[in-house]
């Protein structure tokens, strides 16, 4: 069987090249004897241990890497040493030096840097320790030289999306009422992602909880009254999820849900420890479970019987899974054996070689063509299942890996007891390290729908984050709070909500009137400001007036004034004359024309007397009117001030108030701001109440139901 697997797998490769284009040579013409000639001619001395590299190592390494010392369980001081490698598995990968962990280390690659504490080796002996080991890393020139792994293409081959058809999985509307809610938060045993759909299941205590990855929101609550969910899986359609658990030295077993209706499918398995590890294949046949009793057993899903058991771990099983094609099985021990298995039929296909300290973690590539395992050795291997050849070896996290998760794009999210969560290619080259928890990491997944990585440490905590930035996009639990418990907490929010819109619905009320008031004043001072501009107005006018008027009554009075003088300089002579006539009348009496000349003198002393009399009363007339409008003047002026002075006080009051209507108007926004914020947090609460209230119901009438059911 296991040869028509690799058969199978070599014809699939074949396949997927001749698609891309690439040819397969199966045999190679032999040079001529001119060209080998030629060939020989042109080669370079060849790079070895003994003329090139030993010297780099003698110089930078030997003082830690000897005989004697063997820091880490390596010795570089003779070629024996040096390619049985050390604690962390094999050193040197001859033909590929990029694969090497030797050469990822002294290119600082990988942690720990070598050597360390000091700067990486000059590029010109980084490149000789390159060619040696491209070459086949030879220990001398007569060495020949035998390259034992090519060099693995990481480009996802043949891999088909698997995509169901229709909306992506998401459960309906489940009870949230937690099973179990302790005081203190526990370290999460087990946590994974829906590979379709914006779902992550988080295991708590006989219970596991479904969020959504997009909003963080709890989505539902599945019980698990078996124990502690150590293991959950989605199937590779997304269809359902898998929990493995119990209690241990007890009792353990795999529940299986639909993820679409949230309903427990069925129940395999009857262990008498806890579960600690299980997986269910991509075409849903099988069920793979694993415990502390060493042993793999695999059920049937249709029947729910076991199908075929196996034997051959030496410690307690720690890690399982299915290729995503259903071919095969990888499972992993405590005592860091890893093994692959004829999936139908449980054979053994592959033993995993490498791993110095327990497996943590194991997870396939999308294509079936990779699977990687994590250890408490500190790596990250990468396997290819072809002849089981370990591609690719890394050193995580410092004291231990605790978690791996491949990503549908190849990335692989882990995290370790450094307590720092990273995301790798499939080089091992580091593409991101998230912000250090407080403790020990336990869980990683990826979620490929939102691309988030969420982790958790052994303390209880699980953050999310945003693959692409880094950046924190929340927190989970797996301890929410009862129902009952968040209603009262809504209720006392609702309450404290209600107290706080009140008070800011007050304030809101009196800045709003202190700016209606103002408002009234500035209106009531530039009416004010109008009165006073009117009046000013008209007493200007009756000012400009009455100075007019007296300016003519002087004018008036200066020419009666003149005009009296005028006509008092002839009547002194005018009345001589009359004297002279009437007396020479008196004398010649009887002298007719003599009297006529006296009494036309007379006539026109009376007529000079008359018109200076007129004009002493046309000029006392003048005079009055002077002094009427002279006392007009003086009135006007100290009204004039006085208007003036009031209404230049109505402008400044107005400009006052305009200068305080703004920082009133923005009081009275920023209050009816805060108090519409109170009044949305107030609507929210209120929701949030109703929420709880409908869900309180809710998980009362599914209790109800289950509980008519059971009957």
């Not at 075409?283 to 249709?302: E, N």
């Not at 026109?604 to 009363?617: H, P, S």
Request: glycine share 8%; aromatic share 6%.
């Amino acid at each position: 069987m296991k040869n028509l697997i690799t058969a199978f797998r070599y014809h699939q490769i074949c396949k997927t090249l001749l698609a891309a284009g690439l040819t397969v040579t199966l045999m190679s013409s032999p040079l001529s004897a001119e060209d080998k000639k030629k060939d020989d001619k042109d080669k370079k001395p060849k790079v070895t241990y003994d003329e090139h590299i030993k010297p780099i190592f003698r110089a930078k390494c030997f003082a830690c890497h000897n005989t004697d010392k063997k820091a880490s369980g390596l010795d570089l001081t003779n070629y024996t040493g040096l390619m049985q490698g050390g604690a962390a598995g094999e050193s040197i990968a001859p033909g590929d030096a990029e694969g090497s962990y030797l050469y990822m280390l002294v290119t600082h690659d990988s942690e720990p840097f070598m050597p360390p504490k000091s700067d990486k080796l000059p590029d010109k002996e980084l490149a000789l320790i390159q060619e040696w080991i491209n070459i086949g890393a030879p220990e001398n020139a007569g060495s020949k030289v035998s390259i034992k792994k090519p060099k693995f293409d990481f480009s996802l081959q043949g891999a088909s999306s698997g995509k169901p058809d229709g909306p992506p999985p998401m459960p309906p509307h489940l009870n949230l009422d937690p099973v179990v809610h302790s005081s203190l938060p526990t370290a999460i045993t087990a946590m994974a992602t829906n590979p379709w759909s914006p779902l992550a299941a988080v295991a708590g205590q006989k219970q596991v909880l479904l969020y959504n990855t997009k909003t963080l929101e709890l989505l539902g609550v599945l019980p698990f009254p078996e124990g502690v969910p150590h293991v959950l899986k989605f199937s590779r359609n997304g269809s359902l999820l898998l929990a493995g658990g119990g209690h241990a030295a007890a009792s353990g077993r795999v529940v299986v849900w639909d993820v679409k209706t949230g309903k427990r499918l069925f129940e395999v398995g009857d262990e008498l420890d806890s579960v600690l590890c299980a997986d269910i294949s991509s075409d849903q046949r099988f069920i793979a479970l694993g415990s502390p009793s060493k042993v793999i057993r695999v059920y049937s899903t249709s029947t729910g019987e076991l199908a075929y058991e196996i034997r051959k771990h030496t410690d307690w099983m720690t890690s399982l899974a299915f290729s995503p094609d259903s071919v095969l099985l990888c499972s992993g021990d405590r005592n860091g054996g890893a093994f692959v298995w004829e999936a139908a039929t449980g054979n053994e296909y592959l033993t995993l070689k490498g791993h110095k300290g327990g497996i943590t973690g194991i997870t396939w590539r999308s294509d079936s063509n990779l699977v990687a395992t994590s250890s408490e050795d500190q790596s990250v291997k990468l396997w290819e299942v072809q002849n089981g050849n370990n591609i690719k070896s890394w050193n995580a996290h410092g004291g231990g890996t605790s978690s791996v998760e491949f990503a549908r794009d190849g990335r692989l999210a882990t995290t370790g007891r450094d307590k720092v969560t990273k995301l790798w290619d499939q080089a091992g080259k580091q593409l991101r390290a998230f912000p250090a928890f407080g403790d020990i990491g336990v869980c990683v997944t990826i979620c490929d729908e939102t691309n988030q990585v969420i982790s958790s440490d052994w303390t209880g905590k699980i953050k999310v984050w945003n693959a692409a930035d880094g950046k924190e996009a929340g927190e989970l639990t797996a301890n929410p709070l009862p129902l009952s418990e968040r209603l009262s907490k809504a209720t006392a929010s609702l309450s404290a909500a209600q107290a706080n819109h009140q008070k800011l619905a007050a304030a809101a009320q009196a800045d709003q009137a202190a700016v209606t008031k103002i408002n009234a004043d500035i209106a009531a001072s530039q009416k004010q400001q109008t009165d006073l501009q009117n009046q000013l107005n008209s007493l200007n006018g009756n000012l400009a007036a009455a100075q007019k008027a007296l300016a003519g009554a002087q004018a008036g009075a200066t020419a009666s004034t003149n005009k009296i003088t005028e006509i008092g300089k002839s009547l002194p002579a005018i009345k001589e004359a009359h004297a002279k006539a009437d007396a020479v009348s008196k004398q010649a009496a009887g002298d007719k024309e003599l009297a006529e000349a006296a009494a036309k003198l007379k006539a026109a002393v009376d007529n000079r007397t008359a018109a200076i009399a007129a004009e002493q009363k046309t000029l006392a007339t003048h005079q009055a009117a002077v002094k009427d409008n002279q006392q007009k003047v003086a009135q006007y002026t100290p009204q004039i001030k006085q208007t003036t002075d009031a209404l230049n006080a109505a402008k400044a009051k107005v400009v006052a108030l305009q200068n305080s209507l703004k920082p009133a108007t923005d009081k009275a926004t920023a209050s009816q701001n805060a108090a519409n914020s109170a009044a949305s947090a107030l609507a929210a609460a209120q929701n949030e109440v109703k929420h709880w209230q409908a869900e309180i119901e809710f998980s009362k009438k599914l209790n109800n139901a289950q509980a008519s059911a059971a009957k």
